[in-house]
């Protein structure tokens, strides 16, 4: 399975709204597919699994939606500290990544 | 709590082995598997495999049979991942990972070069 990311770059100011997209190659089962964050020197975190389900302690800011093969990523309203990349991850399988910038 | 503490940098020359640990503490290590990952220079994760840790079978995506290993030390509740025959294109961090995801490891960078 290949996940492609959509877009490669955000650039977005605080405050606005953040639409990132994975589309899969074949259906995949929701149960397996998640989101991280990732920011420079550190491990990926986990934000979202089961497609739309938050892991503890993330902010209600962050939702998951989709099914089959289009998943989105969705930040309600940007943070300064959701600057950072954003994978998607199918089964083990990661996306190439969208970057979150600070327009 | 849950954590995952790895071995620290490396710096190796070409042909040279590498292995790295990853000691799993608040959580019984035998009852969950282990994924490790490898994450080149500004480029994505790339999920390399895992090993089972009640029976300490190893599996590998493709591309990572050969010279990536993966073995435990249960007694010490750590996972293992060795490297041979190093190359540059194996410069990379590498983490482990709990089998649901949910915990990694803070990484473990691998310099290949002479």
């Known amino acids: 399975i290949v996940l492609t990311q959509s877009p490669d770059t955000l650039s977005l100011s605080p405050g606005e709204r953040a639409t990132l997209s994975c589309r899969a190659s074949q259906s995949v089962i929701s149960t397996y597919f998640a989101w991280y964050q990732q920011k420079p020197g550190q491990a990926p975190r986990m934000l979202i699994y089961?497609?739309?389900i938050r892991v503890a302690g993330i902010p209600d800011r962050f939702s998951g939606s989709g099914s089959g093969t289009d998943f989105t990523l969705t930040i309600s309203r940007l943070e300064p500290e959701d600057f950072a990349m954003y994978y998607c991850q199918q089964s083990g399988t990661f996306g190439r990544g969208t970057r979150v910038e600070v327009k | 709590q849950v954590q995952l503490v790895q071995s620290g940098s490396e710096l190796k020359e070409p042909g040279a082995s590498v292995k790295i640990s990853c000691k799993a503490s608040?959580?019984?290590?035998?009852?969950?598997?282990m994924n490790w990952v490898r994450q080149a220079p500004g480029q994505g994760p790339e999920w390399m495999g895992y090993i089972t840790t009640n029976t300490g079978t190893p599996a590998y995506v493709q591309g990572f049979a050969g010279r990536f290993v993966f073995f435990l030390d249960t007694s010490v509740s750590t996972a293992y991942l060795q490297i041979n025959s190093l190359k540059p294109d194996d410069t990379a961090v590498y983490y482990c990972?709990?089998?649901?995801?949910?915990?990694w490891g803070q990484g473990t960078l691998v310099t290949v070069s002479s």
């Open positions: 608040g959580y019984s290590f035998s009852n969950v598997d």
């Open positions: 089961g497609a739309s």
């Open positions: 990972v709990r089998g649901p995801w949910d915990v």
